[in-house]
């Protein structure tokens, strides 16, 4: 691969992920301070998401895959989010933003698959190159939340009350400007499947449903589908959890959760060779419940070290469970069916499993505020910590080792 397509490949990450992570962590903060929105209106908001991962498979394998190139299609949905991210920035209230973070993350999320088609199809050894690129991505999230606090100081307790995360918005807008723009000089990328019929069963994976007649792979769909409810308070709840507890700088604190992502990533061959595929996942499954122990007995003050460790495990959590199911899923998936497994887990787990923790995690915020909109986060955060000590509790028991190959 050229230098100059790597760099053009890297930018594209890089912006890529820049734009999730320069208004996705503050959203919870955003709705709470800016439109006084409940915990329910909150989960409505980051549910899209999973709206966004179900509808994406038509995307793309209806229009990216047939008829049009990966980068055009790239960059027309980048563009159509420049004017959904400015809308967002102008709503004043929940019922005229929600259209248009619905709207947007229908857009945004065909995009994620469409970053790796432009990528691998440039690449001619993906699993040395893709990393290389991929890192880029995790960059790009990490400097968003770094701008937003330390450049423009938009989450200081004092501008949040003012109402400045608005602006993120704003940012956002202009970088998906610029990467729709850019995605119009990428290498091009045709589609794959021109000519030839795709069924509905192969957009959602359905293909891959006989593997769940193997126990071992159920017990792991199951749980991969469960733990996404702890996973959802996380991503709903973190910024608000830190705002309310006065916590200056907060979504750059919240980037270090995708630096450890980075370095946990580099231990993870070592847990596989060493402690095999069932205990490297339970590590990520009580990585959860330890985390939101402390974020539960945590605060501001002297025990603030809890809250940074809590963030920091986010790499355990992540890596050890997701990642090492994407490598377990590829291991038990016969060549025609790997992307139809890898589909199918995603739809399972980002799609339906996001969808049931967004809405209970709106649930239980709204049943542990105290008054004039304060939270018993103790509360709040003990509910997701059992709940993973259940899932960890059901996998240790089902799930019967076995030998899988890690590959990177």
Known sequence: MKKSVQFQLSLMMFLEFFIWGGWFVTLGSFLGNNLNATGAETAMAFST????????????GLIAD????????????????VVLMYQMSQASEFALFYPY???????????????????????????????VVRVFGTIGWILAGLIISFVFKWDSIENIGNGMLSNTFIMVAIASAMLGIFSFLLPKTPPQGKGEKTSISDILGLDALKLLKDRNFLVFFVSSVLICIPLAF?????????????VENSTAWASIGQMSEVGFMLLLPFFFKKY??????????????IRYVLFAFGDAGDLFFMLVMGIALHGICYD??????????????????KSAAQGLITLATYGVGMLVGFWVAGKIVDKN??????????????????????????????FKNEKVEYKA
């Not at 047939?66 to 989010?81: P, S, T």
């Not at 996942?281 to 419940?289: D, E, P, Q, R, T």
């Open 49 to 60: 998401q999973s709206w966004g991962a179900i509808i994406a498979p038509f995307v793309i």
């Open 66 to 81: 047939k008829f049009f190139n990966a980068e055009r299609i790239l960059g027309i949905l980048h563009l159509i989010g």
């Open 101 to 131: 973070v619905l709207g947007y993350m229908i857009a945004y999320m065909p995009t994620l698959a469409l970053v790796n088609s432009v990528s691998f199809n440039q690449m001619n050894d993906p699993a040395k190159q893709f990393p």
């Open 234 to 246: 996380y991503y709903q709840n973190i910024s608000p959890f830190l705002t309310e507890y006065q």
């Open 276 to 289: 095999g595929f069932k205990k490297t996942i339970l590590f990520g499954m009580l990585a959860w419940a």
């Open 320 to 337: 050890f469970f997701f990642v090492s199911g994407q490598i377990y899923t590829d291991s038990k998936a016969g060549d025609k069916v």
């Open 369 to 398: 505020v105290i008054v004039d909109g304060a939270h018993s986060w103790q509360d709040v955060w003990l509910f997701p910590a059992l709940f993973a000590i259940g899932v960890f509790v059901f996998f240790a028991i089902l």
